[in-house]
């Protein structure tokens, strides 16, 4: 297994749609980065939640992986937080049949 991501049936309560999934966990070995493994599990993952009639993917973003969410279709929501021993994140969300 060189990388993984993994979607909860969560709803933020920042973004005012019924069905919601929140990524979570989303990883590539260092080795295998940059090589379009990130793109290919997340979009095979959105691509099992669109048939399941899901409105919006979200999750917490790392400040170092925003640019990888964007490049992906998500767009920021709300303001940075903090999150202890790992640091600056960003709640990002994707409307799936955008
Ligand atoms: C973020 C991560 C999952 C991306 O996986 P990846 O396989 O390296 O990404 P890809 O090769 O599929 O890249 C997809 C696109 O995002 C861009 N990208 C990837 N990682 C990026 C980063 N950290 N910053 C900016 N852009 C990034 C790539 O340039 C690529 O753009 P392109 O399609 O225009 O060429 C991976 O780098 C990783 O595991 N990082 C450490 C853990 C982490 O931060 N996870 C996210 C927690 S919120």
Do not use: T
Request: glycine share 10%.
């Amino acid at each position: 297994m060189v990388g993984i991501c993994s979607f909860f049936k969560n709803n933020s309560a920042q973004i005012p749609y019924e069905n919601q999934y929140q990524l979570r966990g989303m990883a590539v070995l260092q080795k295998f980065q940059g090589k379009g493994i990130g793109n290919i599990i997340l979009n095979y993952g959105e691509k099992l939640l669109k048939n399941m009639s899901i409105d919006i993917v979200w999750c917490n973003a790392r400040e170092a992986a925003v640019n990888f969410y964007k490049k992906n279709g998500y767009q920021i929501i709300g303001d940075a937080f903090n999150i202890k021993d790992i640091g600056i994140h960003h709640a990002m969300f994707k409307k799936l049949d955008s």
